[in-house]
């Protein structure tokens, strides 16, 4: 795979705000609410202004901005207003209980197809070529998530094995604990976790990592547990819906994630992909009516 035939993804201030935000401090969330109400203010205005507006210090705004992975305000100042001068996404108004059916259907994809278009703005290209080495070269791949992410890791599991890959997913945490500790050198553990703080999947890489096996994670936010214990993170940027628990727009922006994975992975031995593809459908043909 060459690396100048791919190109350097960078991903928007507003949405680097939003995955960030549950884990700022309470004065660097001031900065970023004024920033999200009224950004286009904000191009405009010096560190001083900002910082006067919102009631906090000017070392408070330069935290945020570096929090956010920019040199300093000035970086930031000038990044937004690129994204600014860009086509603006358009984010989709919350599901109120008062929608018909045809409204619901409307926000529901926005909300989705909104999930694809920033996950890709946030998922850089280092940690995804990193990811793909590991997992084509992995001699086990286990797949750990629970909830919705559980159906996410099932349907990857169902993807790599039909290209050759030895995969099993587990959403129960005692068969994450186990699957995870007969890892080794060589093996890749994969955890998938919205907020990067689920317990079981977190204990689960844990003991992975402790076993030699590589560790990589998908989630939406940069401060969480997950990201401390993984050697590859890749992000999603998916927004809360109106049907928290049930995590809707993240599920879709997982599966795009792992998606790309299992095609670039497949590609990477692309006869015998294409040779464990034809044998899986031949093995299962008969199944069918």
């Not at 995955?19 to 999200?36: G, H, M, P, T």
Request: proline share 1%; aromatic share 6%; with cysteine.
């Amino acid at each position: 795979m060459e690396k100048s035939a791919v190109s350097k993804s960078v991903p928007g201030c507003l949405v680097r705000i939003n995955a960030l935000y549950s884990q700022l401090r309470e004065s660097e969330k001031k900065v970023a609410d004024y920033i999200r109400l009224d950004f286009e203010k904000v191009i405009h205005q010096s560190i001083t202004e900002v910082a006067e507006t919102v009631g906090a210090s000017e070392s408070t705004v330069v935290r945020l901005c570096k929090a956010l992975d920019y040199r300093g305000f000035q970086d930031f100042k000038i990044h937004l207003a690129q994204e600014y001068r860009e086509p603006a996404s358009q984010i989709h108004e919350a599901i109120g209980k008062d929608d018909d059916a045809l409204a619901i259907k409307k926000k529901v994809f926005e909300s989705d197809l909104l999930a694809i278009t920033e996950t890709l703005k946030v998922l850089a290209d280092e940690p995804f070529l990193k990811a793909v080495i590991l997992i084509a070269k992995a001699n086990r791949l286990e797949f750990y998530g629970t909830g919705g992410s559980g159906s996410v890791a099932m349907d990857a599991q169902h993807k790599f094995l039909k290209i050759g890959k030895k995969s099993s997913a587990h959403a129960d945490a005692d068969l994450q604990a186990m699957s995870a500790s007969l890892l080794g050198t060589g093996d890749v553990a994969v955890g998938i976790s919205h907020s990067g703080g689920n317990k079981e999947v977190l204990d689960a890489l844990e003991i992975a990592k402790k076993c030699g096996a590589s560790v990589i994670a998908i989630t939406n936010y940069g401060r969480s547990p997950i990201t401390k214990i993984s050697d590859v993170v890749l992000f999603t940027a998916a927004g809360e819906t109106a049907f928290k628990s049930d995590a809707l727009s993240s599920r879709i922006a997982e599966l795009v994630i792992l998606d790309a994975l299992w095609t670039a992975v497949a590609f990477e031995d692309y006869d015998r992909s294409s040779e464990c593809i034809r044998r899986t459908r031949e093995a299962t043909a008969s199944k069918k009516i």
